[in-house]
């Protein structure tokens, strides 16, 4: 071979040598690390609307994934709202929502927010001892609101998520 084939070949070499470390170190690059990081993983579940409000319209739940979101219940019993007062209405409100949860799978352990709007925000404590009575520790989180007006008259609404 000659001395010019011999530095053609040798120069060749080198260039692919080079070329084919830098395609490595590109695609080591990119490559994913050595070491894995804990990264929340996304899946997409579609809504499934159960049951309904009767005669207005919502529906009584919606289930996504494993998380139950629940319309605002009041305290109605047999069609009308319990009397009693406050602590009667919050009793039957936490029931109904006891209720809802149980017909879609649930318990009230599940139970990881809650949304209590009162009429009178005077009756905030007599709400409270109601919902101690039915929730157990620890307690969902919870938002409480003074509004203006419920409806049917009601005092208490309360709303609430669920999750397994």
């Not at 010019?4 to 070499?13: C, D, N, V």
């Not at 009767?54 to 319990?82: C, E, N, W």
């Amino acid at each position: 071979m000659s001395k010019l084939t011999h530095q053609f070949i040798s120069r060749l070499s080198k260039a692919f040598f080079v070329g084919a470390c830098s395609l490595g170190l590109a695609v080591s690059a990119n490559a994913a690390p050595a070491t894995t990081t804990n990264t929340a993983t996304m899946t997409k579940s579609k809504p499934v609307f159960l049951g309904d409000g009767g005669d207005y319209p919502f529906s009584s739940a919606v289930r996504v994934g494993d998380t139950l979101y629940m319309s605002g219940q009041i305290g109605f019993k047999d069609g009308k709202l319990v009397e009693g007062g406050i602590k009667a209405e919050a009793a039957q409100t936490l029931d109904n929502i006891n209720d809802v949860l149980l017909q879609y799978g649930y318990q009230k352990s599940d139970i990881i927010k809650c949304m209590a709007m009162l009429t009178d925000m005077n009756d905030f404590n007599a709400f409270n001892e109601v919902y101690k009575a039915k929730l157990a520790k620890p307690y969902p989180v919870r938002s409480a609101f003074g509004v203006k007006d419920l409806a049917a008259g009601a005092s208490v609404e309360v709303e609430c998520m669920a999750a397994k």
